[in-house]
């Protein structure tokens, strides 16, 4: 993955790049989950314009925890999936990486044929190579070439219903329980106070 200060170190050159190679190495349909940080909406944004110049699906999760983005890339048949999110980091930085079709991390090799990728200009760079080499009809997608992006809107309902069937399928509730929790204003506010209420618990 890419970490760094927002709109500083990661820019939205870099996610709009990302974006571009996570069609041309994983495939059309990419989707994409962030945490709870303020720049979020602006790295998504541009990511979403790199998927989509490059003739890709982009499926918005909007805010949701990182495991849930690894489950519905395999869940919605999703080619890649990628997260917005610097983890443990201040908020002033942020990060993306990527997930393949079945919901793990990419092999070392491929990342740095992304990384080579963006470094020379992503799609644009790779279109113009193409056309140095004699490939006259090498051109950026456009018209009905053109992705689209897609919210899912049940997306943190399907991670919250997995959740609960595979502790409920262990034959485990939690009846009785009072939990203090503290999200810390992460993402899994939006999925844990619901998911331990479903188990039984009274959440506080």
Do not use: W
């Not at 962030?34 to 989509?52: N, Q, Y």
Request: hydrophobic share 40%; proline share 4%.
């Amino acid at each position: 993955g890419v970490r760094g200060v927002a709109n500083k170190e990661l820019t939205c050159e870099t996610a709009f790049k990302l974006g571009q190679a996570a069609v041309a190495f994983q495939g059309k349909t990419i989707l994409i989950g962030k945490d709870t940080r303020l720049s979020g909406d602006m790295l998504e944004s541009a990511m979403v314009a790199g998927i989509t110049s490059a003739g890709g699906t982009a499926l918005l999760t909007g805010v949701i925890p990182t495991p849930a983005v690894a489950l519905l890339v395999r869940e919605l048949n999703a080619a890649g999936g990628a997260v917005i999110s610097a983890s443990h980091n201040p908020p002033e930085y942020n990060g993306i990486k990527l997930f393949d079709a079945e919901g793990f991390k990419l092999p070392d090799a491929v990342e740095d044929e992304i990384e080579a990728f963006i470094k020379q200009g992503g799609l644009e760079g790779q279109i113009e190579r193409a056309r140095e080499a004699g490939d006259e009809d090498a051109a950026m997608p456009s018209g009905p070439e053109l992705g689209v992006a897609v919210e899912v809107d049940e997306a943190c309902e399907m991670y919250i219903e997995h959740a609960v069937r595979s502790i409920r399928e262990q034959g485990i509730d939690f009846e009785g329980l009072t939990v203090a929790l503290d999200t810390g204003h992460g993402a899994s506010s939006l999925t844990s106070p619901t998911a331990l209420r479903r188990l039984g618990a009274e959440v506080i």
